[in-house]
Structures are given as structure tokens and as C-alpha cells.
């Protein structure tokens, strides 16, 4: 491992709404993941006691993961955010950047993972038995799925120019991409986007 390195430290809730708490993670991004979405490395925390204390109820309160952080790459983080009674359980992307973090939008993210400068926002219903996919389709044979972020009960999709299979919950359908438009197209319309010389333009 190369460049910077930044700590990262996310306080450990003493509980969750009454229940068990809750353990942040942390995970790099290494890329696209056709099942997953993102193909993520956990980064192992070293954690801090030296503020930590127990409640009359026998919670335990100011522990702290201390997470290590390279310099130039992208980590995913699921921590609790908000006051102890409205406590939610997040996800949030940063960069770290000259020693920094940097805040990331999951279409941002989305964008360092894929690259290219222009794509369109296709967001679907969170897929919870394996029937919801999105896959590029460049000629015959197995289309490639495509990287998503879980967001807000969603899957958000980041789409350059091209043709894409969309499966919804088994329901299938073709779209194009045109910049960062979107058309629905008949599997007779896709083909002639594929055979198109320009279909990216």
C-alpha cells in the first residue's frame, strides 16, 4: 500500500434503539461487482477504550473503531448518525485526498468506479430475491452487469452511452443511453443501436 495515511474513527453506538449495537464498517472499493454491485475490501479497525464507560444499564458508551485509510482511494462506511433517540443506521462514500476526506455522493462514487465523464441515473426497487439486474450489451452473448450502490431502499445504477438489459423483479426490458438520456428500447431497437457506429454519440 502506497500514499497518505488517514484515521478514520467512528464512535461504536452503546445500543441501537435498545438493542445491540451496531458496529460501523468500513470497506474500499476496488471496482464493479456483478452480484454485489461494488467489489469491496473490509478494512480491519483497531479499536480505542480509553473513553469508554458503562452505563447503569450495563451499555457500553465512547468506544471507538479506528479505521486506517490510504490516500487516493474510495471507502464505502456504514455508521449510525443522528441523536440517540433517532438513531439510523447510514451508508456514506469518501475519498481520501491529500490527506483528507472527502464527502461523495453515491452517483459520484458511482462515477469514480466506471469512469467516463457523461451517463444517466437509472434507480430500481432494492432487489431482495435475486430477480433485479442491470447488464450492458455490447453484441451476442452473456450481457455484463453493471456496479449499483444500495441507497435509500434503492439500487442506483450509473450508466454511460450504450445499450442496456434492464431486469426488473424477472420483468425484462432494453434501454439506450444517449449522453445522460435515457429510451426505452424493443429488442429490434437495440440491435440496430448496437450495429449503429455512432450509438454513443
Known sequence: MTGMLHILKVEIDGHYHGGEPVRP?????LGPDPRYGLARKFIDPKNDW??????MRGNIY????????????????????????KR???????????????????FEALARVGGGDTAARLALPEDRDGTTWVARVTGLGTPERVAF?????????RLPPGVYEVVEQGRRRFVGVQVDALTRLSEQEAWSWLTKSDQSA
Open 25 to 29: 464498517w468500513v470497506a474500499e472499493i
Open 50 to 55: 480509553s473513553q469508554a464507560s458503562r452505563s
Open 62 to 85: 465512547g468506544r471507538v473503531a479506528c479505521f486506517p485509510l490510504r490516500d487516493g482511494n474510495l471507502y464505502e462506511v456504514q455508521r449510525c448518525r443522528g441523536k440517540p433517540s
Open 88 to 106: 439510523r443506521v447510514v451508508r456514506e462514500f469518501v475519498a481520501i485526498e491529500g490527506g483528507k476526506r472527502v464527502a461523495l455522493e453515491p
Open 149 to 157: 450502490v444500495a441507497f435509500d431502499g434503492e439500487r442506483l445504477y
